[in-house]
C-alpha cells in the first residue's frame, strides 16, 4: 500500500526556516519523481517544485526560487523540502506528491494528507 506522510510543519517567524519531510512507503523512490505542493487558506492548491528520479529540480512558483530547495534520500525513501526566509504568503498546508514515473512532467499518482507550515509574528 502506497503511502506518503509528511512532517515538520509548524508555526515560524517571518525569516525563519523549516525543513518539511515526506516519508514515503509501499513503493520504491529511486525510480518516481516527487514534489511540494501547498494550499493556501482560500486559495487553490497549487505546485511549489518538484525533483526527478536522477536529482533535477523543477519550480512551479519563482517566488520560492532560492529559498526552497527539495532533496532526496533514497534510501530513506523520503524527500524534504527546506524553506529559508520564509513569509507569510508561504502560510499553508503543504503536500508532497509522488509522480507516475522518473519525470516532474507525469502526473500525480498518490497524495501525502499534508502538514500544516504557519509563517506568522
Known amino acids: 500500500q502506497v503511502q506518503l506522510v509528511e512532517s515538520g510543519g509548524g508555526l515560524v517567524h517571518p525569516g525563519g526556516s523549516l525543513k518539511l519531510s515526506c516519508a514515503a512507503s509501499?513503493?520504491?523512490?529511486?525510480?518516481?519523481?516527487i514534489g511540494w505542493s501547498r494550499q493556501a487558506p482560500g486559495k487553490e492548491r497549487e505546485g511549489v517544485l518538484c525533483i526527478n528520479s536522477s536529482g533535477g529540480t523543477t519550480y512551479y512558483v519563482d517566488s520560492v526560487k532560492g529559498r526552497f530547495t527539495i532533496s532526496r534520500d533514497n534510501a530513506k525513501n523520503t524527500v524534504y523540502l527546506q524553506m529559508n526566509s520564509l513569509k507569510p504568503d508561504d502560510t499553508a498546508i503543504y503536500y508532497c506528491a509522488v509522480r507516475t514515473g522518473r519525470h516532474c512532467r507525469l502526473s500525480v499518482d498518490h497524495w501525502g494528507k499534508g502538514t500544516l507550515v504557519t509563517v506568522s509574528s
Open positions: 509501499g513503493f520504491n523512490l529511486d525510480y518516481y519523481a
